[in-house]
């Protein structure tokens, strides 16, 4: 089922298995940072302001929203705003693995915000909340309960090394309904434009 909300980028795929592997690679030098305590969330940062190490920890690896947390529905916003387009130095500790061949790529095609690798585990989910851009999204592991769902509809994307672009600027969530880690890499998309 086409939807507008899911744009799947037709000309662009990546190697599933050396994704795989860079993933292992990133893991043996860092632990997912978990955004100061948030439950359900944990990311690892693969750009950083430059010079700047603090920049992918703690908030700085999730940042702003906006949800509806009560039955009242007021909107309210969450963590703080952070400057996307200042996030352009690939940090060094992980230039030896292909996420550095695919951020080179991805930004010949996009202007990226942060770059991040994030897991969503077992039996988890993300709050229902909408972010301040587009996100595009590269599965690196996933299973069949891994669903993303933005408004009323839900899209599994397959860990094939194809490349999604997904319009959070809408209420959405991600689940992972499984019994192992839902990784994707996911970029921040500056500049990119819903129709």
């Not at 030896?96 to 930004?107: A, I, P």
Request: glycine share 6%.
């Amino acid at each position: 089922m086409a939807n507008s909300d899911f744009i799947k980028v037709e000309d662009l795929k990546f190697d599933a298995v050396k994704l795989r592997e860079a993933l292992k690679q990133v893991l043996s030098k860092k632990g997912y940072d978990n955004a100061g305590g948030i439950s359900h969330f944990a990311g690892i940062s693969l750009n950083q302001i430059p010079g700047d190490p603090e920049s992918v920890k703690g908030n700085n690896v999730r940042g702003i929203y906006w949800t509806k947390p009560d039955s009242k529905g007021q909107e309210v916003s969450r963590d703080k705003p952070i400057n996307e387009r200042a996030y352009t130095e690939f940090i060094k500790d992980f230039e030896n693995t292909y996420f550095k061949n695919v951020y080179e790529e991805l930004s010949k095609k996009f202007k990226l915000g942060r770059v991040r690798i994030l897991l969503k585990e077992p039996r988890s989910t993300l709050s229902w909340h909408r972010d301040p851009e587009p996100r595009l999204h590269i599965p690196i592991i996933t299973n069949p309960g891994c669903r993303m769902v933005i408004e009323d509809v839900s899209k599994h994307m397959p860990a094939d090394g194809s490349v999604w672009i997904t319009n959070n600027l809408k209420y959405h969530n991600a689940f992972n309904g499984g019994e192992e880690n839902r990784i994707h890499l996911v970029a921040c998309l500056t500049d990119y434009k819903f129709n």
